[in-house]
C-alpha cells in the first residue's frame, strides 16, 4: 500500500554517508519526511519511565511479513527501557480473523512460539489460516487441543481484545500497514522511511529522540 519515496531514500543515504550517530540522526529528521506525528498522541500502554514501540501488522500483508527480519534484528538490539507492543491491525473480514488469531494465541500462552511460524505459513506454505478448523488444526502443534483454539476464538476477551485492537488503530490515525509508532506520537511507515528496511533506522532515532526529550 505505501510506496517508497525517493527523495527519503536519498536523504537517507546522505544521513549514512555522513556517518551521522543514532542521536545525530535524531535531530536531523524531518517531520512528513521521514515520520509522521500522531496529533492527538495516544495513550502509551507501558510504565512512565519506558518507552512504548509499536508494530502495527496483519498477518497476511506480504511488507508485514518482510518486515519482520529487519524489525526482530533491531528489538534484540533496544535497551532495557524500550518495550515493544504488536497491534494486529483490524480492517473487516480476513484482518479481523487474523487478529482474533494474535490474542487466541496470546490466551492460549502460544504466541510467542507461533508468532513467526503465522507468518511462514501463510506467505511460504500458502495457507490462510482464516477458517476456525484450519486455525485450531495448526495450534494444535504447540501442545493445545482443537477444541481449545477454537474455544480460544471464540473467547469474550479475545473478541474484546480485537475490538481494543481496532479503536488503538484509529487513534493512531492508521491507513495500512506495516507501521512502527513511537511513545504513541510518531508513526513510521515504509512510505516515510523510504523503504522497510529503513524503519527500524528511522523509529530508533525517534526513540532516541524521546529519551532526549524526557531528559531535558
Known amino acids: 500500500m505505501f510506496k517508497p519515496s525517493h527523495v527519503v531514500k536519498s536523504a537517507l543515504i546522505a544521513l549514512a554517508g555522513l556517518g551521522l550517530s543514532t542521536a545525530a540522526l535524531a535531530t536531523n529528521l524531518v517531520e ?11 495513550e502509551t500502554r507501558v510504565d512512565a519511565d519506558r518507552i512504548e514501540v509499536t508494530e502495527a501488522f496483519w498477518y497476511g500483508c506480504p511488507h508485514c511479513n518482510n518486515l519482520q527480519s529487519a524489525a526482530k534484528a533491531w528489538y534484540e538490539t ?12 483490524t480492517m473487516g473480514g480476513d484482518w479481523n480473523t487474523h487478529a482474533a488469531v494474535y490474542y487466541a494465541a496470546e490466551e492460549l500462552g502460544i504466541l510467542e512460539a507461533v508468532h513467526a511460524d503465522i507468518f511462514h505459513a501463510i506467505h511460504e506454505e500458502g495457507r490462510s489460516l482464516t477458517a476456525s478448523d484450519d486455525i485450531a488444526a495448526f495450534f494444535s502443534d504447540y501442545g493445545v487441543s482443537e477444541d481449545e483454539a477454537r474455544q480460544a476464538l471464540d473467547a469474550f476477551g479475545v473478541k ?18 506495516p507501521a512502527l509508532i513511537v511513545d504513541g506520537r510518531y508513526r513510521v511507515t515504509p512510505s516515510s522511511a523510504g523503504s522497510l528496511e529503513n524503519m527500524p533506522q528511522i523509529a530508533d532515532a525517534l526513540v532516541d529522540r524521546v529519551r532526549q526529550q524526557r531528559a531535558e
Open 78 to 89: 533496544l535497551d532495557e527501557d524500550v518495550e515493544v507492543i504488536h497491534l494486529p491491525a
Open 160 to 177: 474484546a481484545k480485537v475490538n481494543q485492537a481496532h479503536a488503538r488503530m484509529r487513534a493512531m490515525q492508521l491507513m495500512g500497514v
Open 32 to 42: 512528513g519526511q521521514h515520520y509522521e506525528v500522531i496529533d492527538p498522541a495516544v
